[in-house]
């Protein structure tokens, strides 16, 4: 399975079957607040997109950046993450498409000039 989508997570627990997926390159993840950190995958260097729509218990900034070869990263909706752990971001070298909102304007514009300083596409693809 190339890619993989899921929302609302009802019922569910873990989030360990995805790890199953061996060829998994996109993980779109929605409408969940059980999804505190990324699951484990079988492999991370594969990951190019990652998609988390309001996900808002998420706060597993550091778990990305097992992702090496991420093109693209979406995030909306989350609440618990302070800006300077979305500077993170900086680290994924072949990251290219990136789209987060903010509650705060203050972390929006922070937000532009980290876009602009790597050279990053900002629009919700």
Do not use: C
């Amino acid at each position: 399975m190339r890619k993989f989508s899921f929302s609302h997570a009802k019922g569910m627990q873990s989030f360990d079957f995805i790890s199953t997926f061996k060829s998994l390159e996109e993980l779109s993840v929605g409408y969940t607040t059980k999804l505190v950190k990324l699951p484990q995958v079988a492999n991370p260097k594969k990951i190019i997109s990652l998609t988390l729509i309001n996900t808002p218990k998420f706060n597993d900034m550091e778990g990305i950046l097992q992702y090496e070869n991420l093109e693209k990263f979406v995030m909306n909706e989350h609440t618990v993450i302070p800006f300077e752990e979305i500077t993170k971001l900086e680290k994924l070298k072949k990251l290219k498409k990136v789209y987060l909102n903010f509650k705060k304007e203050s972390d929006h514009r922070l937000f532009e000039e980290l876009v602009h300083r790597n050279g990053w596409i900002n629009n919700n693809l």
